[in-house]
């Protein structure tokens, strides 16, 4: 049984953000606040803001650009949110699945093959715009798949990897031959655009990859595949559907004139924790995940890694590979796109292969919240 990775897709959101831009609304953001409140920052009651820099940024992410749904909520100093008009489900497609929907079809057209010729639909991301019904299931609606199966997942950045490695097993044992992961990302709803240390962090985007069964393999033998998660709040996003009942207790028992938070339930982490607890142990994994296998260093032409930042990537890198290991093995694709969450591996494997010739070997990795971290081995058909 060869079981391959035959195609992928990508659906890219029209608005773009550079670091000028993004820079130029929160500085405006940052004077209003401050000259808002400049009795109770001169009483040492509150602390003034700083100003953010493309130099920071940059330094900081290597992050350029980055797309979104909506970028003019976003850069309004008042505002700083996307904003998109509600949809009716199942009078219309939700916004997750119009994205996924677009990357999938790019994917199947890519690969030769319709929505029919799935068997299942796996929706593998970050954050979900509700419960259910699964975003997967509307999505195989919208693409023709009819009978099957599909589920959505959230293993937050490693959801790709993690999904991957769930349509292999499930061909494995039988349940299905045709499988789409497909990540779709709407980062910059769940991102808190005031806070100057996450600000410029995210972007939003839809990926889409194709795993079969084939007796002609083609694209990317999956060899093998590493999962680990361990427990930690060092990033972390807990905005959900109960935290309408834990306001209403905390106002009704505590704080009778308490405002509903929102901000202080988004995206959050300790960035500097995050790098030092999680570069070393996904060089770990990779380096087991490639002894498991008899693979040496030196045979592996490809890391397809998670875009988290782009000092992450080079410490990786230099770390599995060796400290003076050629970058374009690692490619990048941060600078255009920001962290695009579980979506961000797929978007470096789609984007770049080139120097990829039949034989080759290759290992698709993400790490995120969780902690959480997935290695995929794959071999050039």
Known sequence: MTICITATGLHIP????????LVTAFNTYVDNYNEAHAQAIESGEKTALQHSTVEFIEKASGIKSRYVIDKKGILDPNIMAPIFP?????????IMAEMGTD???QALANAGLEGKDLDGIICACSNFQRVYPAIAIEIQHAVGMVGGFAFDTNVACSAATFGIAQAVGMIKGGVAKRIAVVNVEITSAHLN????DSHFIFGDVAAATIIEETDTPKGYEVLDSKLWTEFSTNIKNEFGFMDRSEFLHAKTSMYPDLDEPVTDKLFLQEGRKVFREVCPKVSEIISTHLAENNISTDKVKKLWLHQANINMIDLILRTVMGKDADKSIAPIVIDEFGNTSSASPMIAFHRCQDGIASGDLAVICSFGAGYSIGSVIVKKV
């Open 86 to 94: 509600a949809r009716k489900l199942g009078e219309e497609l939700s």
């Open 193 to 196: 655009w005031r806070n100057r």
């Open 14 to 21: 029209k608005d773009k953000i550079t670091n000028e831009e």
């Open 103 to 105: 990357a999938l079809n």
